[in-house]
């Protein structure tokens, strides 16, 4: 199992765009995927699951993903999260 803390800047935090964003990558791995964000963990991989826990802006959650393309999945899930968050960054200039 490998897991890793991320921060979303995306307004809103993971409201419908970055959570379906999210959910689609992760469905696309064999892995298992949770999201964890104020001791509440969901799958990854439903849609409901994560807009369920309303992960705002600028807070720390954590996900896990454990299963055979684990660091593949974790390391794809990190880059995008990187991109939502560039993307909004970018524009705030």
Excluded: W
Aim: glycine share 4%; hydrophobic share 40%.
């Amino acid at each position: 199992m490998v897991e890793s803390t991320f921060k979303i800047a995306y307004p809103h935090g993971l409201h419908a765009r970055p959570a379906t964003q999210l959910v689609s990558k992760a469905n696309t791995f064999q892995s298992r995927v949770i999201l964890t964000y104020q001791g509440k963990s969901v799958n990854m991989k439903s849609i409901m699951g994560v807009l369920s826990l309303s992960v705002p802006e600028q807070v720390t959650f954590k996900i896990q993903v454990d299963g055979l393309d684990e660091e593949d999945c974790l390391s794809a899930l990190k880059s995008l999260i990187n991109e939502i968050n560039h993307i909004e960054y970018n524009k705030k200039k």
